[in-house]
Nanobody
């Protein structure tokens, strides 16, 4: 089992920045990818980006590419999502998730453990 706790959400103005954190605990040695997803009211959960547990090979959805950056602190079991140039359409509940087996898919079903989510609201 892997437990995930997100933090760092909040209210920010258009064009602002926010950094989310995801702390993993439990059987972290089984983690392959760590990923971020988001879900807005009335919409499906969508892939934001992912990174290998070793901190390499970040990959992003087109909607956030160039604005969001995923990183890992290898000294800690923590992943970050730096969000810049935020837009109203970035408003959503953001979830951290992990895979414990290789799967290059970006569907939520390809991830095995989830955090509880943290709300990000971008006001115009």
């Amino acid at each position: 089992q892997v437990q995930l706790v997100e933090s760092g959400g909040g209210l920010v103005q258009v064009g602002g920045s926010l950094r989310l954190s995801c702390e993993a605990s439990g059987r972290t040695s089984t983690i392959y990818y760590m990923g971020w997803f988001r879900q807005a009211p009335g919409k499906q959960r969508e892939f934001v980006g992912r990174i290998l547990w070793n901190g390499r090979s970040a990959y992003y959805a087109d909607s956030v590419k160039g604005r969001f950056t995923i990183s890992r602190d290898n000294a800690k079991t923590t992943m970050y999502l730096q969000m810049n140039s935020l837009k109203p359409e970035d408003t959503a509940n953001y979830y951290c998730a992990v895979q414990n087996a290789y799967n290059p898919g970006t569907s939520p079903s390809s991830y095995h453990y989830w955090g509880q989510g943290t709300q990000v609201t971008v006001s115009s």
